[in-house]
């Protein structure tokens, strides 16, 4: 079973940054696809950004030009970082990854979620 173990997270000012990373572990087959969701309060799971052990990524809309995906193939690592934070980017930020090429649709595992709160 593949495990996903998140670090980061916190309070930050708007216009802040932050950084996320994920670490995976276990399993069977090497983890093609890494990357994050979101969920608000009273709004469904949405897309931050994922990547595949190869380099294609995919961005949500509401975070392109501020949010920057990179990986990590040889420590099966995937870090989130976020500039210009919001009040709407308030949520809870879960790493997500599959052992199959998949941009377009959340991966088989999930982390347990990392709270990111964006307040003055």
């Known amino acids: 079973q593949v495990r996903l173990v998140e670090s980061g997270g916190g309070l930050v000012h708007p216009g802040g940054s932050l950084g996320l990373s994920c670490a995976a572990s276990?399993?069977?087959?090497?983890?093609?696809?890494m990357g994050w969701y979101r969920q608000a309060p009273g709004k469904e799971r949405e897309l931050v950004a994922v990547?595949?052990?190869?380099?294609?990524?995919n961005n949500g809309d509401s975070v392109k030009g501020r949010f920057t995906i990179s990986r990590d193939n040889a420590k099966n690592t995937v870090t989130l970082q976020i500039n210009n934070l919001k009040p709407e980017d308030t949520a809870v930020y879960y790493c997500?990854?599959?052992?199959?090429?998949?941009?377009?649709?959340?991966?088989?595992?999930w982390g347990q979620g990392t709270q990111v709160t964006v307040s003055s």
């Open positions: 276990g399993g069977r087959f090497a983890i093609n696809t």
């Open positions: 990547v595949t052990s190869g380099g294609n990524s």
């Open positions: 997500n990854a599959d052992d199959e090429y998949n941009l377009y649709s959340p991966g088989k595992y």
